[in-house]
């Protein structure tokens, strides 16, 4: 059994920047596709940007040019970075694994983890 433990959020700013770390602990296969994901208020939750074992990664239109995804297979962690933060980026973020090369087509494999929130607002 794999579990996430994400980091990195808090209250920001529309146009401030924000990095999230995801832990992950247990045996991750560096050929599996990580991703994030975002639940916004009310939504359900979306898959935003992949990153395959590769390092071939994949993004939601909505985040094109603002989320950058990246690994360390090494440590067991994924990074988001984010730029130019909007107020519909606000909600819980999590990082989990799967099968798949894009955000249409990969499937989260283990338990979720606790998210870390993402709060944009003047």
């Known amino acids: 059994q794999v579990r996430f433990a994400e980091s990195g959020g808090g209250l920001v700013q529309p146009g401030e920047s924000r990095r999230l770390s995801c832990a992950a602990s247990?045996?991750?296969?560096?050929?599996?596709?990580l991703g994030w994901y975002r639940q916004g208020p009310g939504k359900q939750r979306e898959l935003v940007a992949v990153i395959t074992g590769g390092g071939i990664t994949n993004y939601a239109d909505s985040v094109k040019g603002r989320f950058t995804i990246s690994r360390d297979n090494a440590k067991n962690m994924a990074v988001l970075q984010i730029i130019n933060l909007k107020p519909e980026d606000t909600g819980v973020y999590y990082c989990?694994?799967?099968?798949?090369?894009?955000?249409?087509?990969?499937?989260?494999?283990?338990?979720w983890g606790r998210g870390t929130r993402v709060t944009v607002s003047s």
């Open positions: 247990g045996i991750v296969s560096p050929e599996i596709t």
């Open positions: 989990n694994v799967g099968w798949g090369n894009t955000v249409s087509t990969m499937r989260p494999e283990f338990y």
